[in-house]
């Protein structure tokens, strides 16, 4: 098995750097269900922080290919319960790296999540410091 960094990902979903996206076309086509591609939690987040910032994409589009990607048999995704918890509050109105903190928070058996981002605490009902 073979981890997928990043940029590998953002190449083959934009294709916007043709060299590259060849060769990141090329790496997709090699996995397979027995060899798959690993995706970290963190490539997860920002893919998301790259494809909104530096890409235009919107949040939604990109929590869909998000989605799709990390249940595709060629992938194996770090904590798959954490990223489709992070997808489901996403498609909900919570931000996506959000959503990943409050899907491994509850994983690890936490309670609460503290934080000063009212947004977050509104839509993910943690509790505000």
Excluded at 4 to 33: G, K, P, S, W, Y
Excluded at 42 to 53: D, F, G, I, P
Aim: with cysteine.
């Amino acid at each position: 098995m073979i981890a997928l960094d990043t940029n590998v990902i953002v190449r083959f979903l934009t294709q916007d750097d043709a060299d590259q996206a060849r060769r990141a076309v090329a790496v997709f086509d090699e996995l397979t269900a027995d060899e798959p591609g690993f995706v970290s939690t963190v490539v997860w987040a920002e893919l998301h922080w790259v494809l909104t910032r530096s890409y235009g994409f919107t949040p939604r589009d990109v929590v869909e290919r998000i989605a799709g990607l990390s249940v595709a048999d060629e992938i194996d995704a770090e904590d798959p319960a954490v990223v489709a918890s992070a997808v489901s509050s996403a498609r909900r109105g919570a931000d996506f790296a959000d959503a990943l903190i409050d899907a491994a928070a509850k994983r690890a058996g936490c309670d609460d999540v503290v934080t000063f981002d009212k947004r977050a605490s509104t839509r993910l009902g943690w509790t505000l410091v």
